[in-house]
Every structure is written in C-alpha cells, then in structure tokens.
C-alpha cells in the first residue's frame, strides 16, 4: 500500500505562482512513474505532468512553459512547481503514484487532492 499526501494548494491571484507537494508513504519495492492529474469544475480529470523515475518528464500542452514537474526519489516526493497561473489553472490537483509492489504486481495510487484557485 502506498499513502500520497498533497500539500501547496491554496488561492493565488492570476500571474503568481504555487509550489504543490506530493509525498508517498508505503513498504513498496520501487514507484515508478509519479503524476499530477487536475480536475476542474464540471470537467474531466485531465493529465498535467508527469515524472519517471529516471526523471523524464511530459507535459500537457495547456502549461508547458509555465509548470515544472519534480521528484526527490529519496523522500518519495514529486513536486509541481507552478508560475504564470490563469484562472483557467484553478482545478483539484491529484498526485498519482504507480508503485511496484513487494511481490512485483503493480498498482495506482491517488493522493487526496489539493485545491488551486486563481483569482483576483
């Protein structure tokens, strides 16, 4: 079992910037790929960036440029480094966790969920 804990959000005016955590917990052989979702209002779930282990990273389109995925594989830890957010950034952000498990299956993880607002 894997336990993700989301912290950073919070509401910021349009421009500024916000740095999200997510720290995994758990007797796991490896995470693997560690991933933010959002989910705004009304819509979908949608993939904002991802990280794997070695540190390769993709992003949606929608922030390229703006956002930066991160990870410190020692604390299991991903971070999504925020700047030049819109209003159109405000959603429920979720950290995803794939994590080989003690016995090699291999499993998803979410975190909580931690809310963004843009505004001013």
């Known amino acids: 079992q894997v336990h993700l804990v989301e912290s950073g959000g919070g509401l910021v005016q349009p421009g500024g910037s916000l740095r999200l955590s997510c720290a995994a917990s758990g007797v796991v052989l490896r995470i693997n790929t560690m991933t933010w979702f959002r989910q705004a209002p009304g819509k979908q779930r949608e993939l904002v960036a991802a990280i794997t282990s070695s540190g390769s990273a993709n992003y949606a389109d929608s922030v390229k440029g703006r956002f930066t995925i991160s990870r410190d594989n020692a604390k299991d830890t991903v971070y999504l480094q925020m700047n030049s957010l819109s209003p159109e950034d405000t959603a429920v952000y979720y950290c995803?966790?794939?994590?080989?498990?003690?016995?090699?299956?291999?499993?998803?993880?979410w975190g909580q969920g931690t809310q963004v607002a843009v505004s001013s």
């Open positions: 995803n966790a794939e994590a080989i498990l003690i016995g090699g299956s291999v499993a998803d993880y």
